[in-house]
């Protein structure tokens, strides 16, 4: 006990959960059990009605899970009525053939020799089937009919032998025997192991054959209501041990520690140690795995109740090296001992730790890939915007004024218009295919003035010559990121004295002469 404190701490503290021991434990009502501690499945089949034929359909499986009473109870008669039957055959025969009264008769040739009476005939009959062969009863050649019950004795013996002894060997040879062999500990625990909430339990193997490929399940079994109203008694519920990983197959040289990590996808993700005392529940843990002295499959069995699962608690090891080889001491396979573990479930746990969430705000990334992108396609709340900035004095003071007063003069001269960029070192050109949809539609339509429709063309402006569409325009006019280098403008206004129409192509001034 001392070295344990040492080695654990103060604040550890033993705990024996064997139930053989002294402490007396406050008196609980016992609840019934799916599964009992040895394994055995408490269910009781009733109501069969003419099911039960079912079970002579299958005569040599019934006959193993019987119990030995009745095994042997079936076993001692059915050889005994075999031999009573076919000892009386043999005796109806002499009977009838007239040996009976021709027994000491030297000169006479019975169907038996020496078969006078009922014990005689028994005698030969017994003497046959277990092929002893004294040689005092013998069958002669004068008897064709007790040829033939001989063939069909031979016959009927071999069934019954093969069958019943095949029935006992079975039975003596299952593996059920191989379990009791087989270890659980008489309480879970749930404490932390690697940060995490986790349910424990502990299976060892007492022998030093092995398990070959030996294997863990387990099973939550546990009343529950469906959402639709549906009351689902004892719902079976898989809980997780490491099947994903590999850690529900063992390698049971040595007892071992199941872990069933509590996580969001786990039954137990809202229990808390206040919880556990109010829970009805029933974990069924099943260990299969091959006897390997036999080559038969083995499956060991038992169950823990909320009852026995213990919060805070952890199994104390049991493994020791000594001179050359390690010990097992499964005096210490039950007891447990106190560790520091909270109380509240680990959906309360991650409740409390969660981050709020954070607030839904544009990226940088998004926003300069939304400023670099060029449309092609412009519509028609990016020219309400546009004209709204130029009001402003923003890209629109950039026009000459005589394409200012055609914008300003409504929509339905619009198609007639010409829609000017001045710059000094750029050649731009505008299409219809680049005008919102709606000026397009506006142009599309039928009037008395179709036939004057004019064409746009791009207009030479400077050097540098480049295509660039309204939508382009509009982009490059809301691209405020860097500050505009001031670069002197020539307005020809100011430099030659000349109108604003001086400086329009010789087609435009035409049409504005014609107007």
Not at 88 to 99: E, F, H
Not at 195 to 214: E, I, T, Y
Not at 335 to 342: A, D, G, I, R
Request: hydrophobic fraction near 35%; glycine fraction near 6%; proline fraction near 6%.
């Amino acid at each position: 006990m001392a070295a344990l404190r040492r080695k654990f701490g103060e604040d550890y503290q033993v705990v024996n959960t064997n139930r053989a021991s002294a402490f007396s434990a406050p008196v609980k009502k016992k609840r019934q059990r799916f599964v009992e501690k040895n394994g055995r499945c408490n269910v009781q089949h009733g109501n069969l009605g003419g099911e039960t034929s079912r079970y002579l359909s299958d005569l040599f499986t019934t006959l193993v899970d019987l119990k030995w009473r009745w095994n042997l109870l079936i076993f001692i008669l059915t050889y005994t009525v075999a031999w009573l039957v076919m000892a009386s055959m043999w005796w109806i025969i002499a009977y009838i053939r007239g040996d009976l009264n021709h027994g000491h008769d030297a000169s006479y040739t019975p169907c038996v020799a020496n078969v006078y009476n009922f014990p005689s005939a028994f005698l030969f009959f017994i003497e046959t089937e277990a092929t002893i062969g004294y040689g005092y009863r013998y069958i002669t050649e004068k008897c064709p009919e007790g040829i033939i019950l001989f063939l069909f004795q031979s016959l009927l013996g071999s069934i019954v032998d093969a069958f019943l002894i095949g029935c006992m060997f079975i039975k003596m040879s299952q593996p059920k025997k191989r379990a009791e062999t087989l270890m659980f500990s008489q309480d879970a625990v749930i404490s932390q192991r690697d940060g995490k909430l986790c349910l424990m339990f502990r299976v060892g193997n007492l022998r030093n054959s092995h398990m070959v490929s030996a294997q863990i399940r387990c099973k939550l079994i546990k009343s529950r209501q469906t959402p639709e109203g549906e009351f689902l008694p004892l719902d079976q519920c898989e809980l997780d041990v490491g099947f994903g990983t590999g850690a529900d197959q063992l390698f049971l040289v040595s007892p071992l520690t199941i872990c069933h990590e509590i996580n969001p996808k786990s039954p137990f993700f809202d229990l808390s140690q206040r919880s556990l005392t109010s829970e009805q529940f029933e974990i069924v843990v099943i260990l299969e795995g091959i006897v390997e002295t036999t080559g038969m499959t083995c499956q060991a069995r038992t169950s823990y109740t909320e009852d026995e699962v213990l919060w805070g608690h952890r199994f104390l090891p049991v493994m020791s090296l000594e001179e050359g080889f390690f010990r097992v001491d499964y005096s210490q396979f039950h007891s447990t001992f106190e560790v520091p573990t909270p109380s509240y479930s680990v959906k309360e746990h991650e409740g409390k730790n969660s981050p709020p969430s954070p607030l839904s705000t544009p990226t940088p990334a998004l926003t300069e890939s939304h400023g670099t992108r060029h449309d092609r396609v412009v519509s028609m709340d990016c020219i309400n915007t546009s004209d709204d900035r130029g009001r402003h004095g923003g890209a629109g003071s950039r026009l000459p004024s005589k394409l200012q007063r055609i914008s300003s003069s409504g929509k339905e001269d619009l198609q007639r218009k010409v829609l000017m960029l001045s710059s000094q070192h750029s050649e731009k050109a505008c299409s219809t295919g680049d005008l919102p949809l709606k000026l397009q539609r506006l142009g599309s339509s039928s009037g008395p003035e179709d036939e004057n429709r004019l064409q746009l063309k791009s207009l030479k402006v400077g050097f540098e010559p480049m295509t660039q569409s309204t939508g382009d325009l509009y982009q490059h006019s809301l691209m405020p990121t860097l500050p505009p280098v001031p670069v002197p403008m020539r307005s020809p206004l100011l430099s030659a004295g000349r109108r604003p129409e001086d400086n329009l192509p010789a087609k435009l001034r035409k049409m504005n002469a014609d107007r």
